[in-house]
């Protein structure tokens, strides 16, 4: 079975047809519903005075809730995908960093005329936890913020950053995990 009448409502009440929402990213009139009808039945994903992203893909409705402002599903819980009919099939959190250059950074230290100084292009997202003595315990990579979705050659891009930098990794919708595999993305 399929989904009829795919639709969303904006900021400013607007009604519009999924094939318009290219557009609607670049007005930057995001929406704060989404319906769609599933057998008969009106289904409807909303969230109070919040804005999101969302895709279908393979019988599901993939919404990426924006960070702190909703209500239901904050971040860093704030992406889910729903069945067809409404259900929940999953909340995923955030992913951690998976790029060399977001765990690690990439350091400029051409840039500073200081030699024990570094200067950071790429702060690293990691956080080192010490023992007493001051030896490296364990290393814990950061989580970042989940900011759009879009389909990708057959998957679901998510673009995770620190609102700086980003990196993109992919979703295996069915089983609600990200996969192994991401892209450095750069500077917004």
């Known amino acids: 079975m399929v989904i009829e009448n795919l639709s969303f409502y904006t900021r400013d009440g607007s009604r519009l047809n999924y094939d318009q929402l290219d557009q609607i990213w670049a007005l930057?009139?995001?929406?704060?519903k989404i319906v769609w009808y599933f057998d008969g039945d009106k289904i409807v994903v909303e969230d109070e005075g919040n804005t999101f992203f969302f895709e279908t893909f393979n019988n599901?409705?993939?919404v990426l809730f924006e960070g702190n402002w909703s209500k239901k599903h904050a971040h860093p819980h704030n992406l889910v995908v729903y069945k067809y009919d409404g259900t929940i099939r999953h909340v995923i959190e955030a992913p951690v960093f998976r790029t060399n250059e977001m765990i690690h950074g990439v350091s400029g230290d051409n840039l500073s005329n200081e030699s024990d100084v570094t200067t950071w292009v790429v702060p690293p997202h990691k956080k080192e936890i010490k023992t007493l003595w001051g030896k490296i315990k364990e290393t814990v990579v950061m989580h970042g913020v989940m900011d759009v979705l879009r389909k990708k050659k057959g998957k679901i891009a998510v673009t995770v950053s620190d609102k700086m930098f980003f990196e993109t990794q992919y979703l295996d919708?069915?089983?609600g995990k990200f996969l192994g595999k991401a892209n450095f993305g750069g500077k917004y």
């Open 28 to 32: 930057r009139n995001y929406p704060v």
């Open 173 to 175: 919708v069915e089983k």
């Open 60 to 62: 599901y409705v993939v």
